[in-house]
């Protein structure tokens, strides 16, 4: 790139990556993961869950299709996943600063320094992909100028907290009321329910559930390990005695199964994609979805009155649950994608039929 500074990208073993800065100059740290989709990007760089992480895109061209731009729909941005960047720095193979299509408004590298995110060009992603999948996900920093920073575990932290909004909001005029909780909940979501007859009532993610009025209590995705989410957990675990429906997705999935008191573990290098395969337990549908975490769910551990949903293909991971008798249940995919697979929306139809099943009105 024409007039591009230097930057590296240092990960905690000592490897290093040169390339060019086409974001934000400033050094920034967080964990190095990887992401396998062909296109999305403004909608994963928005998505809550990739909080602290320095994200590589998989896919060698990046950039040529823009940023859209900030339209507005039911008051949700219409084209992100939320209100704005969340991650530290991003990684790409190739970028360009020339865009074509119908809808964008600005460049890639533009959007980065609004938010003042880092991003590296130039660099070998398929052999940073290779180092990340046979030793892990690992922390990393970026660095500009000379300018030092020390690595930084975003794990280690409440990244909930960060992200979850502050006050209750409420989007649609539906005549079912859904509780969602916001652990770091993709507006998309929000937009599937709305369409589906719902009032969505967004709720902040420490929120005391018994106060509230609800057809269907829904918990949303968001970044981090699971169990420094207490607060949120005791509150699901006190909603199971309501019998209401409840549909967790991502860290949803995670949360309601720590709070059935089964346990979450840290995978190697995580699920992050548009292509990733599951299967229904107990048949042979199976399904294209789209992920997004770091934790899984260990089925092991799963009480006697819950059973697997899903299972990934690829690693016999837990990829959803299900109560054997009441109106609880969860996937660890995204059936909101977006962009992204959309073979498993059907999830919402099926939710909001037991919602509807459940109510008086």
Known sequence: MKNSKKIRLILEDNTEFSGYSFGAERSVSGEVVFNTAMTGYPESLTDPSYKGQILALTYPIIGNYGVPGDDREENLHKYYESYALHI???LVSDYTEEYSHWNAQKSLG???KEFGVPGISGIDTRQLTKILREKGTMLGKILLDGKEVDFYDPNKDN???RVSIKEKRIFGNGKYRILLVDC?????IIRNLIKRDATVILVPWDRDLSKEDYDGLFISNGPGDPKKCDVTINHIRASFDRDKPIYGICLGNQLMALAAGADSYKLKYGHRGHNQPVIQAGTHRAFITSQNHGYAVDNKTLP???EPLF???NDDTNEGMI????PFFSTQFHPEASSGPTDTEYLFDEYMDIVKKYSDK
């Open 88 to 90: 530290s720095g991003l």
């Open 110 to 112: 533009t959007w980065l």
């Open 159 to 161: 990244l909930v907290a």
């Open 184 to 188: 770091g909940v993709k507006y998309n």
């Open 304 to 306: 006697d009155d819950w």
């Open 311 to 313: 299972i990934n293909l």
């Open 323 to 326: 109560h054997k008798t009441k």
